[in-house]
């Protein structure tokens, strides 16, 4: 992974929200063309601009890098859903997903 990746990944992550990059820029409390550097390979964000745009996303650093998950932001919900619950319906929950998955 290089710093192409960490700018399309960014990129990636702003589209599926549906935010521009101006907005992005402001929603972190940064100047306006912040992102726009960013993407342009201008400048990468240091490790707390890095860690501060994961919480925007709402996910985790190590979802950042994990693009196997086309949607981090419902897998984290998701998971942080299925905390709380208890084993029996861990147990039923399970069954729903290999019933949602043979039709795969």
């Known amino acids: 992974m290089d710093e192409t990746f960490i700018r399309n990944r960014i990129t990636e992550l702003r589209l599926k929200r549906g935010i521009s990059e101006y ?3 402001l ?3 940064q100047n306006r063309s912040y992102i726009q550097a960013s993407s342009s390979g201008r400048a ?3 490790m707390k601009q890095f860690l501060n745009i994961c919480e925007y996303f709402e ?3 190590l979802q950042f890098f994990d693009t196997s998950e086309s949607n981090p932001q419902l897998v984290k919900k998701a998971l942080d859903g ?3 619950l208890s084993d029996d319906d861990l147990i039923m929950l ?3 997903i290999a019933r949602l998955n043979q039709g795969k």
Do not use: Y
Request: proline share 11%; hydrophobic share 40%.
């Open 94 to 96: 399970l069954g729903l």
């Open 23 to 25: 907005q992005l820029s």
């Open 59 to 61: 996910i985790t650093p």
């Open 82 to 84: 299925i905390r709380t």
């Open 27 to 29: 929603d972190l409390g």
């Open 44 to 46: 990468l964000p240091s």
